[in-house]
């Protein structure tokens, strides 16, 4: 299976000098986690509900008064519609991310054309989650907290 058979089409993007407050309002009224951040149509940072979480929140940082710029993560891990779903799992753990952008070649330009979760995936891929099981069993390491948790809730 191909990414582009899984990704969301319909990236809510946002631009780096949003406040992080304003970013929020959009997350929250779309129902997302994410949100990519574009300067000029190019993909510079990656805002998630951890991020605000780590980044604003538990320091008690004013959210009306920060920009995305300077709390987004960076730089973006991003992937292309045609690689394949283990090859994409595979990056997210060797990055612990759980979230990845979908950029695709257009006319020497890469476009933002979707965006891929591990949730998304685990979802759509339960024998996938028992394969990251294996997978990390075979490292003999732990997976990362976020990940045991969608690893752990998607199995039934």
């Known amino acids: 299976m191909k990414i582009r058979d899984l990704m969301i089409r319909e990236v809510i993007t946002v631009d780096s000098d949003y406040t992080v407050k304003h970013t929020a309002e959009i997350m929250n009224r779309c129902g997302i986690g994410c949100v990519v ?6 993909v510079t940072g990656i805002l998630t509900e951890r991020d605000i979480l780590k980044r604003i929140v538990a320091v008690a940082r004013d959210p009306k008064e920060t920009f995305v710029r300077e709390i987004m993560s960076k730089p973006v891990i991003v992937v292309g519609p045609d690689v394949t779903l283990e090859d994409t799992v595979r990056l997210m753990f060797k990055h612990k991310i759980k979230k990845l952008p979908v950029m695709e070649r257009h006319l020497g330009k890469e476009e933002l054309v979707g965006l891929v979760t591990l949730t998304d995936i685990a979802r759509m891929q339960t024998d ?4 990251l099981r294996k997978l990390f069993s075979q490292e003999r390491e732990a997976p990362p907290k976020s ?8 199995i039934v």
């Not at 996938?128 to 394969?131: D, P, S």
């Open 147 to 154: 990940m045991e948790k969608v690893m752990n809730y998607y």
């Open 37 to 42: 951040i574009l300067e000029n149509k190019r």
């Open 128 to 131: 996938l989650i028992e394969k």
